[in-house]
């Protein structure tokens, strides 16, 4: 399977394996000359509390659709040869991975643009639901505003997190 017929999005409960991942999405390019990969984990903390398990809902099909427009997007803006995001719902612990964004292209420069912009554009316009177990009890995590602002260098204003 190469770069060309793997799926470019999946929402999962399982994890996944990074060399696997990176080793698929360049397999058989031969114009492949950089793969630039990111990979989110479940923090132990956050906000000054202990996380013990965070809980990640999406909307089925919606968050699909909106995740390979922002692929299409990163397409359009960067010259990349392949694209691939898996993000993981469900419980997850500390350390787990959640989340996998890999970028190949010719050249580094626009394959590290071009995964930024993505996880940019994942903080901030994916439909996922997060809740943080934490000893004071379980809750939602709000829009941030240095997200928005990372999404703003690109030029596109969100506008999801409430400014203090």
């Given at each position: 399977m190469?770069?060309?017929?793997?799926?470019?999005?999946?929402?999962?409960?399982?994890?996944?394996?990074?060399?696997?991942?990176?080793?698929?999405?360049?397999?058989?390019?031969?114009?492949?000359?950089?793969?630039?990969?990111?990979?989110?984990?479940?923090?132990?903390?956050?906000?000054?509390?202990?996380?013990?398990?965070?809980?990640?809902?999406?909307?089925?099909?919606?968050?699909?659709?909106?995740?390979?427009?922002?692929v299409d997007e990163a397409f359009n803006r960067f010259d990349i040869r392949a694209a691939r995001v898996i993000h993981r719902v469900g419980p997850l612990q500390p350390l787990d991975q959640i989340v996998f964004v890999a970028v190949t292209s010719a050249h580094r420069g626009q394959a590290f643009q071009a995964c930024e912009f993505l996880m940019d554009y994942l903080k901030t316009q994916a439909p996922f639901w997060k809740k943080e177990h934490t000893p004071q009890g379980a809750r939602w995590v709000d829009a941030r505003v240095a997200d928005d602002q990372a999404l703003a260098r690109w030029g596109i204003q969100a506008g999801n997190a409430a400014s203090a």
């Open positions: 190469t770069a060309t017929t793997l799926p470019r999005v999946l929402i999962q409960t399982d994890d996944f394996d990074l060399g696997a991942e990176v080793e698929k999405l360049r397999a058989g390019d031969p114009g492949v000359g950089a793969v630039v990969s990111f990979v989110g984990t479940v923090r132990e903390h956050s906000e000054g509390a202990g996380v013990s398990l965070m809980e990640l809902e999406h909307y089925p099909g919606m968050t699909e659709s909106a995740i390979e427009a922002m």
